[in-house]
């Protein structure tokens, strides 16, 4: 038995009570409004007057509407003989474009990179469309882009993704492009990778700071 005068996190829910804006309520933690609300039951968490459930930034009180986002969605691998995680990459790269399109993103705001036979695939995933695509996501005619998504899915190893049966994309060149793409761009990128070891990309892709 520990007293909460003594006890770091009184409520037990992994949040130090400093850090906890409801340090007695095991259920909530934080109140990005401060209406003594907590985000789990507040249906508006950033105080806009949108909900969160069409509110497509529901901590940003600024902005609710969807803004100034592209993406690229990388496929990996292809049908080779022996290659049983196609089936699972296409559909992980077919999930990931309805997401973006159910999250406001246009079919022009997405580069869908794959060998899949399908009318949403934009090319083969080669580096010189993955590098083409990666400088082309700050462009667009109709608003300033913010924010890139970048979402690569197949085999991985040891700072390597694999594009087909025998062609490997090193971290260093994913890397180099990035940067590439934000010494002319100053918003935020992000890049989700699916595949093993893709931690390894993590040291070398991470931003100073």
């Known amino acids: 038995?520990?007293?909460?005068?003594?006890?770091?996190?009184?409520?037990?829910?992994?949040?130090?009570?400093?850090?906890?804006?409801?340090?007695?309520d095991a259920a909530e933690y934080i109140d990005t409004d401060g209406d003594r609300i907590?985000?789990?039951?507040?249906l508006d968490d950033d105080?806009?007057?949108?909900?969160?459930?069409?509110?497509?930034?529901?901590l940003d009180p600024m902005k609710f509407e969807y803004c100034c986002q592209k993406a690229l969605i990388v496929a990996g691998g292809g049908p080779y003989f022996g290659n049983v995680l196609w089936p699972a990459t296409k559909n992980?790269?077919?999930?990931?474009?309805?997401?973006?399109?159910?999250?406001?993103?246009?079919d022009e705001d997405i580069v869908y990179l794959s060998e899949e036979e399908s009318n949403l695939v934009d090319g083969l995933p080669t580096k010189e469309q993955i590098r083409a695509a990666i400088l082309g996501?700050?462009?667009?005619?109709?608003?300033?882009v913010e924010h890139v998504l970048?979402?690569?899915?197949?085999?991985?190893g040891e700072e390597v993704f694999k594009l087909d049966e025998s062609t490997l994309l090193e971290a260093q060149e994913l890397g180099a492009w990035i940067d590439e793409m934000h010494a002319q761009f100053d918003g935020k990128s992000?890049?989700?990778y699916d595949a093993c070891e893709s931690g390894s990309f993590v040291s070398v892709l991470a931003a100073e700071g």
Not at 10 to 23: E, K, L, R, V
């Open 92 to 106: 992980m790269a077919s999930f990931a474009y309805e997401t973006l399109k159910f999250q406001g993103l246009k």
């Open 47 to 58: 105080g806009d007057g949108v909900n969160d459930v069409v509110d497509f930034y529901p």
């Open 1 to 24: 038995a520990i007293g909460n005068n003594a006890d770091e996190d009184d409520d037990n829910d992994g949040y130090p009570d400093p850090q906890d804006a409801f340090p007695t």
């Open 190 to 192: 992000t890049l989700v």
């Open 38 to 42: 907590g985000n789990n039951s507040d």
């Open 150 to 156: 970048i979402y690569m899915v197949d085999h991985g």
């Open 137 to 144: 996501l700050t462009e667009s005619e109709s608003e300033a």
